[in-house]
Antibody, heavy 122, light 111 residues
Framework: EVQLVESGGGLVQPGGSLRLSCAAS????????MSWVRQAPGKGLEWVSG????????YYADSVKGRFTISRDNSKNTLYLQMNSLRAEDTGIYYC???????????????WGQGTTVTVSS | QSALTQPASVSGSPGQSITISCTGT?????????VSWYQQHPGKAPKLIIY???NRPSGVSNRFSGSKSGNTASLTISGLQAEDESDYYC???????????FGTGTKVTVL
């Protein structure tokens, strides 16, 4: 079964850091680009960051550029998101998601994790 | 990069058809056949229901269909069922930063 499981969320003070992880199983993760997508409470989806199967890119939304770093360890089938200088507006559920077409980006994300909650508050 | 524009809400009776629009620009929706649609039930992760404008992943009901004209994409749900009551988001690849842009989201209510 193809599955993504996020972890690492929690409560952090403004200016703090968190590292999210996304463990993949059931597919060869190095073949697929991966993304992080977040959803603030009661709000819509926002694409945050993406990385190719080989680690190329990476790509960031303007709202997180310079503060967040996406990476992956294909030997561990794990995707990461290092989040620094966190702000209240970074609060939300963070999902990792897998591209639907191997070796490509933009076609759509066909597998999503259950999400991990990040709360930035003093 | 601004979000793609969707109507906030759409409603219909069981058995009817409804259409949700998704308007972007030539840098995203109009420039690429890379529009996807997601269904999200409350408290759940999004689910891909349409990719590459009009293709359905395996297992998705054929009551869902997608199309595009110019800078506007559309999702049609035919034979509306109670289980279709959910939030729906469009998304498109964009040539601008970021890589993807999502729509504002549409709440579908089955009357």
């Amino acid at each position: 079964e193809v599955q993504l499981v996020e972890s690492g969320g929690g409560l952090v003070q403004p200016g703090g850091s968190l590292r999210l992880s996304c463990a993949a199983s059931g597919f060869t993760s190095s073949t697929y680009a991966m993304s992080w997508v977040r959803q603030a409470p009661g709000k819509g989806l926002e694409w945050v960051s993406g990385i190719s199967g080989s680690g190329g890119g990476p790509y960031y939304a303007d709202s997180v550029k310079g503060r967040f770093t996406i990476s992956r360890d294909n030997s561990k089938n794990t995707l990461y998101l290092q989040m620094n200088s966190l702000r209240a507006e970074d609060t939300g559920i963070y999902y990792c998601a897998k591209e639907s077409v191997p070796g490509s980006v933009g076609y759509g994300m066909d597998v999503w994790g259950q999400g991990t909650t990040v709360t930035v508050s003093s | 990069q601004s979000a793609l524009t969707q109507p906030a809400s759409v409603s219909g009776s069981p058995g009817q058809s409804i259409t949700i629009s998704c308007t972007g620009t030539s840098s995203d929706v109009g420039g690429y056949n890379y529009v996807s649609w997601y269904q999200q039930h409350p408290g759940k992760a999004p689910k891909l229901i349409i990719y590459s404008v009009s293709n359905r992943p395996s297992g998705v009901s054929n009551r869902f269909s997608g199309s595009k004209s110019g800078n506007t994409a559309s999702l049609t749900i035919s034979g509306l069922q109670a289980e279709d009551e959910s939030d729906y988001y469009c998304s498109s690849y964009t040539s601008n930063t970021p890589l993807y842009v999502f729509g504002t989201g549409t709440k579908v209510t089955v009357l």
